[in-house]
């Protein structure tokens, strides 16, 4: 099934690891096979984990981005997520934690990551941040 992308006029997504800038108009991007395609707004620099959460999101999207390469990042989501879940008391989180482990057991890393993002957007709510979406300054690169 075809993934369609509406973009906005100079909105970034990384595709298959390169960062790709629509132009300067609205357009749609259909692609037609499977590919690794993250938007602009949750893609987080290794330099924005800071919070425990993050530290968990960071290794999972670099999954995504690089499956070839997960292995590279699974330990350091294993060592993150361990530490989130035994500070957790929130059985719904903690359920969310189990989620994505079991989907990145079965390498379906984007739907990990989608998962991860409640996990952040949790941690935000509970430290009184109020940035939207995954990283604080929204970049890609």
Known sequence: MPLKLSLKPGERFVLNGAVVQNGD?????????????LREKDIMQEEEAVTPARHIYFPVMMMYLDEASAGRYYDE?????????????NPTVLSECVNISKHIMEREYYKALMLCRKLVDYEDERLGNVASGVSDSGGAG
């Open 25 to 37: 108009r609205r357009g749609v991007l259909i692609l037609q096979n499977k590919a690794s395609v």
């Open 77 to 89: 989501f294993v060592r993150r997520l361990t530490e989130f879940m035994n500070v957790i008391r």
